[in-house]
């Protein structure tokens, strides 16, 4: 490769989570010697940022990878991400890919690319990130990590053995971040991590008092968060849930309804406290979204009976809702009975109809809402409120970019739609 004249281009290709997308934007920041295309078909590089929370995830890589041998400039295949620690070393072995570097070694990117030769860089689970990332490459909004790693042990989540422990970034990098993006237009940031409400630990501080820091900086209109868990919305954080920059859609992972399930999946929630909580946050105007497994094993009729008698009195708006995937190394992968995936197909139906029946009932509640215009599409503007609900909007003028307000609208079934003149 020449890299002194015509820069090599890079194709990003991510999977999963916010966190992989916040990732993907370190990566990019630090290229220097190679071009970025968001068109696959143009590049030299082919980076892929992985995702490994199921074994089906694994195989979607696997396919993508497959797919690339199609490719006009027959791609180096670079493999990164959470599937470095589980499918990666087949991968490198079998010739499926051409390299492989762990999250810890992703700043070096630059480096890592002129290398030609096959190289396998694992790194470690104990890396924090430097970079300050100064752009969102097709993003409207921006994305900061605060922390990486997890210190729950959840049954069915391998998450914690390939991303570490529990870690925060330091207050003042983050604050740096958000300084540095807000002063290149934008104004709505959402926070994530591998488990957004353990930020602060063992170092004196806490999430809320993270947001207050955010939230008095000059140009941050709206803050959202990732995924955070129910014991995680303490009495300090609801201090905060009236200021004018929190979004009002809290999205709090409570992943069962049924006592005993949670017990099985090895969670720390409780379905009473947890009943209590959201109820407390809807009554302050909050939308609220949760993620919940369908179909884990040892998820009986009896205890399905019982966790949708219980979620048809949550005020949920938003649902994330998998069917169980096995993970391979999870103490889950070995338990018994497992659920027919028929039946659990039916269940997880069943969940989201009832989710899509309160969220448009929400909707169907007038409120003025506060949108921020992400993309074009079909002759339509589109973009999220502050609750997190999907508005497309009809207007003569270029409004991508631009925070409108909208008092006048139609809950329809999949969205809400508009006039701005």
């Known amino acids: 490769m020449n890299f002194s004249n015509n820069k090599?281009?890079?194709?990003?290709?991510?999977?999963?989570?916010?966190?992989?997308?916040f990732d993907t934007q370190v990566m990019m920041s630090n290229l220097q010697d190679f071009e970025v295309t968001q068109n696959e078909h143009e590049a030299n590089i082919v980076v892929i940022n992985s995702c490994t929370v199921t074994n089906s995830a694994d195989s979607t890589a696997r396919g993508y990878i497959n797919s690339l041998k199609k490719l006009p400039n027959n791609p180096r295949v670079i493999f990164t991400g959470c599937g470095v620690w589980t499918k990666g070393e087949n991968l490198f072995k079998e010739q499926k890919i051409d390299a492989l570097f762990?999250?810890?070694e992703k700043e070096k990117i630059n480096d890592l690319l002129k290398n030609e030769e096959r190289f396998f860089d694992a790194g470690d689970l104990e890396h924090i990130d430097d970079t300050i990332v100064e752009e969102f490459i097709g993003k409207s909004r921006a994305f900061i990590k605060i922390q990486e790693g997890c210190d729950f042990r959840c049954s069915y989540c391998i998450i914690p053995h390939v991303r570490g422990d529990a870690r925060s970034y330091k207050e003042d990098k983050i604050l740096e971040q958000i300084r540095t993006l807000a002063s290149n237009g934008f104004g709505e940031f959402i926070l994530t991590g591998t488990n957004v409400g353990s930020y602060g630990k063992k170092q004196h501080t806490s999430l809320a008092k993270l947001l207050k820091k955010i939230g008095m900086t000059k140009?941050?209109?709206r803050v959202?968060?990732?995924?955070?868990?129910?014991?995680?919305?303490?009495?300090?954080?609801?201090?905060i849930i009236h200021e004018p920059w929190m979004a009002r859609h809290l999205h709090i992972a409570l992943q069962h309804t049924s006592k005993q399930m949670l017990e099985i999946m090895n969670r720390r929630n409780k379905v009473l406290s947890d009943l209590e909580l959201f109820e407390f946050l809807s009554n302050n105007g909050y939308a609220l979204g949760t993620d919940f497994i369908v179909g884990h094993p040892?998820?009986?009729?009896?205890?399905?009976?019982e966790a949708i008698e219980n979620l048809h009195k949550f005020p949920l708006t938003h649902v994330h809702a998998f069917t169980y995937s096995k993970r391979d190394g999870t103490p889950s992968a070995t338990m018994k009975p497992e659920i027919n995936?028929?039946?659990?197909k039916e269940r997880y139906n069943e969940l989201v109809s009832i989710i899509e029946e309160k969220n448009l009932k929400f909707r169907q509640d007038k409120q003025v809402l506060d949108v921020l215009i992400e993309q074009e599409k079909d002759g339509k503007q589109?973009?999220?409120?502050?609750?997190?609900?999907?508005?497309?909007?009809?207007?003569?003028?270029?409004?991508?970019?631009?925070?409108?307000?909208?008092?006048?609208?139609?809950?329809?079934?999949?969205?809400?739609v508009a006039k701005f003149e």
């Open 8 to 21: 090599p281009k890079v194709y990003f290709k991510t999977f999963g989570c916010r966190t992989n997308v």
């Open 102 to 104: 762990g999250h810890s």
């Open 219 to 221: 140009g941050v209109r």
């Open 224 to 239: 959202r968060l990732g995924s955070v868990e129910p014991i995680q919305i303490d009495d300090e954080f609801k201090e």
């Open 298 to 305: 040892g998820e009986t009729e009896t205890l399905w009976k």
């Open 341 to 344: 995936g028929a039946i659990a």
């Open 382 to 416: 589109i973009g999220l409120d502050q609750f997190f609900n999907k508005i497309e909007v009809e207007s003569p003028a270029d409004l991508v970019g631009d925070w409108i307000q909208i008092t006048n609208y139609e809950a329809k079934a999949e969205c809400n």
